[in-house]
């Protein structure tokens, strides 16, 4: 029976409320309550330079020291305008590491100062609790305790709640309704689908929950929900289910976290007299990081500036790198459509990085077309060049890197002031492992380090009860992931069989399953579970480590979990379960990886005094460091070819300022990498460099050769790619995908000295820059073919290991377009195919 959506409906047995209490709000700094009732009519603020404006100040309100060297002092002209410019709109465009913090905090106490408004009166949001409370620090510093009485400085969420509650019954709730977490919410919504009668295994709740969110950052109720997209979900169910989600959210007296500004949207459009209250109380309105607002974020903010018409805007159309969250970059570029008369003051002058990381970055996003326009440039030293260093394998990478740093370290450069900055997490992986080998202390930010994330260490745990079937520990964490129904009471029973018999739990396992004290499901789930172990031991000494791994994450149903998992980072669980089964190929056995992973845990890597930084470069917004490593430049990688697919060139645009943030992150050096060759789905694929690398200019840019062995002569690299000392004189004993005739012909073409240097490595030099936006650098440098001319023929029938039979419809170089029968069009070097 689907739930009514009447306030008053009583639950049947079948529609029973959450079990178990709901829990509180989370942030206790987010949500904290300040008991303040608005008047009913606003008192006017003091006039500037009237008699009550001169008797504060004598009473102790800071007075407006900036001229005599107070808080404006030291404030550049731009600033300075941007503080001073209390009247109107105001749209500050603030590039990296031009002191936006300060503009917006100097910009409130000068308000007080001035004695324009009261602390009640000014609306200040920002995005993070952190921020909140660091604006809040700095101008406390500059007015003193009068910041104690902005209860309006706080993020989206936080203010929203102190609205909500105050109008609860206006929205169809009561002061003290709950808020939701996200664990709340699927369970909440698994109840919905199961009364409903909707397979929650085919339509996982946790869809559900993205999808809804997505509307509600949008701004969108269930009756707005565009008919197509209500069609997306449960065979065109979705729109009424988020209707009925609604529905039990209100018998429940909860919201979720969307709710709390699209309540507050609601509550501000129906309620006319509310409106024109906060338009009343807020005389400014200050907005921090503007161009991360989403479409709900950017309507509350419209009707609430309404009012005074005081809004100031802080943001930077360069930096918006959060659209696969609903971030709307549209927001910041449209402020002068939405506010008529709006002034823009651009923030230029950067007090973070040298000369040259600022040209190469400015010349970068100066490639978007989707931008208002700035230019930052330092009034410091010109520093070194952003260097540019092509790697053979991520190997190579990670070893010139690790090198890199060492050489840092040796000169006294603090590792704390290191930064790795990638753009997926699983390359992480290859830089952990290179620096618990050298003995360099790491710490990974906004996330756990490689192999102590959940689903390796769900994916270990299956491989380490194959290796040693008395791993208690690891059977008892995978034995009912993912989801076989082996709850808390079958563990129980093997717990108590295996304490009694004296044996370890698989193979309690296996004695109960022979018997008949388990439940008829349970003991099919288990006996499955252990005649999966008993073949998956059997294959360990038959089949290389990484194909077994591919195997047990496979039959086990763990990929498919992640696959049908419709949640933001599931794609990067899949990805970091592919490098895991890529980091398994070095070592002899099982055995020998597991001892690895051991020691690699072991290591003190949780960054213990000086430790060098590795992040996405998401994670990196906001943070700055002396020198940064940007690895991985490399096409489908960065830019990432899941946002090129599914946005185009809005995605493309979005991965240059990811690209920028990046640059922008170091202060004094800053070192681009890219690798030749990945190994992709098991096999090794040529990696075409970033198209971002011939968008740099060659006046800031110097290409150099990696410090990281070329990785064929000698150890680990020769032996991995079948070569002996020498590096390509044995080419013909190579025994990888790599053995095709054309790739015989690119050895014999390097050799002969095609485009290569002694080394192996590409020599970038060519002719000029064709793309219309001036130089890069040496010329085209890597974008365009490095190779030979290519033997194939426009027109040529030819094979390619994974995409098949084609036919070649283009040529570059080395690099050929090919109209594949089955893959469609795709560009590809000539190496990796062979006459058909």
């Not at 570029?333 to 040298?354: C, H, M, Q, W």
């Amino acid at each position: 029976m689907p739930f009514c959506s009447g306030q008053n409906h009583s639950p049947s047995a079948s529609e029973t409320l959450l079990a178990g209490p709901l829990k509180q709000p989370r942030d206790d700094d987010a949500f904290d309550e300040v008991p303040f009732d608005l008047p009913a009519e606003v008192p006017p603020a003091p006039r500037p330079g009237g008699i009550a404006a001169r008797a504060a100040a004598l009473a102790g309100a800071a007075p407006a020291r900036g001229r005599d060297g107070g808080y404006l002092a030291g404030l550049n002209p731009e600033q300075r305008e941007a503080v001073e410019t209390l009247d109107g709109p105001l749209l500050v465009l603030a590039g990296a590491g031009t002191g936006k913090t300060r503009v917006l905090t100097t910009r409130i106490a000068h308000i007080l100062s001035l004695g324009r408004a009261w602390p009640s009166q000014i609306l200040a949001v920002t995005f993070t609790n952190k921020a909140a409370r660091e604006m809040k620090e700095r101008v406390g510093a500059m007015v003193g305790e009068q910041v104690e009485g902005m209860p309006w400085l706080g993020t989206f969420h936080s203010i929203g709640v102190r609205m909500l509650r105050r109008h609860a019954e206006l929205v169809g709730l009561k002061s003290g309704f709950t808020i939701l977490d996200t664990d709340d919410q699927i369970r909440l919504l698994k109840q919905l689908l199961q009364a409903e009668n909707i397979d929650e295994k085919r339509w996982p709740a946790r869809l559900l929950a993205n999808t809804i969110d997505g509307w509600k950052n949008r701004g969108l109720t269930p009756e707005q929900v565009p008919a197509g997209e209500g069609a997306t979900f449960a065979n065109g169910r979705g729109q009424a289910l988020y209707a009925a989600y609604q529905a039990r959210l209100k018998a429940l007296n909860a919201v979720d976290f969307g709710d709390l500004l699209l309540e507050g949207i609601r509550l501000l459009r129906e309620n006319p007299d509310v409106l024109a209250e906060y338009h009343r109380r807020f005389r400014y309105i200050l907005v921090d990081e503007y161009q991360d607002t989403n479409v709900a974020q950017y309507l509350w903010l419209r009707l609430l500036a309404q009012g005074s018409k005081n809004v100031c805007c802080v943001g930077d159309d360069d930096q918006s790198i959060y659209g696969w969250r609903g971030a709307e970059v549209d927001n910041i570029l449209r402020f002068e459509s939405d506010f008529p008369g709006a002034k823009v003051i651009r923030l230029e002058r950067n007090y973070r990085s040298t000369g040259h990381i600022l040209g190469a970055a400015a010349h970068l996003i100066a490639h978007n077309e989707g931008r208002l326009g700035k230019t930052l440039f330092s009034e410091g030293e010109l520093g070194e060049k952003v260097t540019v260093t092509g790697a053979w394998d991520s190997q190579e990478e990670a070893r010139a890197i690790g090198e890199e740093i060492e050489d840092l370290q040796r000169h006294g450069h603090s590792l704390a002031q290191v930064a790795i900055l990638v753009r997926a997490s699983f390359q992480m992986r290859e830089f952990e492992d290179r620096f618990v080998t050298l003995g360099l202390n790491y710490r990974v930010i906004g996330g756990p380090r490689f192999y102590e994330r959940a689903e390796i260490r769900d994916a270990l745990a299956y491989l380490r009860v194959i290796a040693s079937p008395a791993d208690d520990l690891a059977f008892e964490r995978i034995v009912n992931v993912p989801k076989r129904g082996l709850g808390d009471a079958a563990l129980r029973q093997l717990h108590d069989h295996a304490r009694i018999a004296g044996v370890p739990l698989l193979e309690s396992a296996r004695q109960l399953v022979a018997s008949e004290e388990l439940k008829p499901k349970v003991r099919l789930a288990l006996r499955d579970l252990v005649a999966s172990f008993d073949r998956w031991t059997g294959q360990m000494a038959q089949l290389p480590q990484g194909e077994l791994a591919e195997i047990v994450l496979d039959e086990s149903g763990y990929t498919e979990m992640w696959q049908k998992d419709r949640s933001a980072d599931a794609a990067g669980r899949l990805e970091n379960l592919k490098e895991l089964v890529r980091s398994m190929e070095p070592f002899e056995n099982l055995t020998g990886f597991l001892e690895h992973i051991s020691l690699v845990m072991d290591a003190d890597g949780s960054g213990a005094g000086e430790a060098v930084s590795i992040m996405t470069l998401h994670s990196a917004k906001g943070l700055e460091f002396d020198t940064v490593f940007l690895p991985g430049w490399e096409e489908g990688l960065f830019p990432h070819q899941r946002a090129l697919d599914e946005q185009g060139r809005a995605g493309l645009e979005e991965e240059r300022r990811l690209a920028y943030v990046g640059l922008t992150r170091a202060r004094r050096l800053a070192k681009v990498f890219f690798a030749s060759n990945r190994r992709i789905h098991g096999l090794w694929q040529s990696s075409v460099p970033s198209r971002f690398l011939d968008e740099l200019p060659e006046a800031h840019v110097e290409v150099t050769e990696s410090k990281g062995g070329s990785g064929w002569g000698g150890g680990q690299g020769a032996g991995r790619y079948g070569y002996g000392p020498s590096r390509f004189d044995q080419a013909e004993t190579f025994s990888s995908s790599y053995s095709t005739p054309g790739w015989q012909r690119a050895q014999a073409a390097r050799n002969a000295g095609s485009g290569f240097s002694e080394s192996g490595r590409s020599n970038f030099g060519g002719g000029g820059y064709s793309g219309g936006r001036g130089r890069t650098i040496e010329g085209q440098l890597v974008a365009k073919s490095t190779g030979a001319e290519s033997a194939f023929a426009i027109g040529e029938r030819v094979f390619h290991q994974k995409f098949g039979y084609g036919e070649v419809t283009a040529a570059e170089g080395n690099k050929l377009t090919v109209q594949f029968d089955k893959a469609g069009e795709k560009r590809v070097v000539d190496s990796f195919l062979a006459r058909a």
